[in-house]
């Protein structure tokens, strides 16, 4: 069985940071993705960065560029994402998933609150 399990979450003012980690366990290596979305209070769920877990290719959406840095552990099973100059649109529940060709297994989520 595939376990994702998301940590890291909390309450930080605009322009703090936070870093939520992703640990994977079930399955090792491969050329599967490992990505963190996010889902806002009464929106969808909303992509926010990917990385290839061997590869090591990066991907971002747009709102969170240059701001998010999404790595690799050197535990190899852990995916971070590193969260700086937070803003209370970034206040949501962030979720850890696997791809495999679709995106088929997720963590429960941790919650990230941004005040102004």
């Known amino acids: 069985q595939v376990q994702l399990v998301e940590s890291g979450g909390g309450l930080v003012q605009a322009g703090g940071s936070l870093r939520l980690s992703c640990v994977v366990s079930g399955r090792a290596g491969g050329t599967y993705t490992v990505g963190w979305f996010r889902q806002a209070p009464g929106k969808e769920r909303v992509f926010v960065a990917d990385i290839s877990w061997s590869g090591g290719r990066t991907s971002y959406a747009d709102s969170v560029k240059g701001r998010f840095t999404i790595s690799r552990g050197n535990a190899k099973n852990t995916v971070y994402l590193q969260m700086n100059n937070l803003k209370p649109e970034d206040t949501g529940v962030y979720y850890c998933?696997?791809?495999?060709?679709?995106?088929?297994?997720w963590g429960q989520g941790t919650q990230v609150t941004v005040s102004s």
């Open positions: 998933g696997l791809a495999d060709g679709a995106y088929d297994s």
